[in-house]
């Protein structure tokens, strides 16, 4: 066994190309938090009529559909980032100690309410799906396709890199948990305009 261990080993090394994937405790990790937080935010839009899922607290505060929306865009927006962009870039395994630890950062950061920030242009709502179904239905595939991708690649991850404009540095692998934690910052959003005094009944 363990000559046979070495071997593998020595071959790893030797193949050209060849890329240690992610381990199995980092994508069971990644896809309990995708599972979770698209949980989370399709439990919070369950069942709300049309003036709830339209509401706005103020002009300039989003209502529960523009939120959702948001979401629905991040997400193919983060997962186009780390499949078509972030892959594409030289593997710079060096840069790893340079990211150490930013995935429990990412996961705590994220969600934190009390910092906020504008989004970019491309990611803010326009009511480009025409009923709530057609958005829900956009982000449940969405969802569903980057958790194949964390159950299934044999990418490279942590070897590619590609900075955030606030986290700066972060891996492929910290870019798919930035996904999850990114739609748990916006369903909490939607629960703060859900408990506005005003939200209709």
Known sequence: M???????????AAIP????????GERERAMSELHATRKQF???????????????????VWSVAECAEHIALSEDRLYELVTERLMKTPAEPDKKAEVKGKDQVILEKVVD????FQAPEMLRPTHQWPTQQALLDHFKES????????ENTQDDLRAHFVPHPVLQLLDGYQWILLISAHSHRHTLQIEEVKGNPNFPK
Do not use: C, H
């Open 2 to 12: 363990k000559r046979l261990v070495v071997l593998f080993a020595l071959l790893s």
């Open 17 to 24: 190309g060849f890329a240690e994937t992610l381990t199995q």
């Open 42 to 60: 399709l439990d919070q839009v369950a069942g709300l009529s049309e003036a709830q899922w339209n509401f706005k607290p103020a002009p300039e």
């Open 113 to 116: 309410r009390s910092q906020k």
């Open 143 to 150: 969802r569903n396709r980057t958790i194949a991708y964390v």
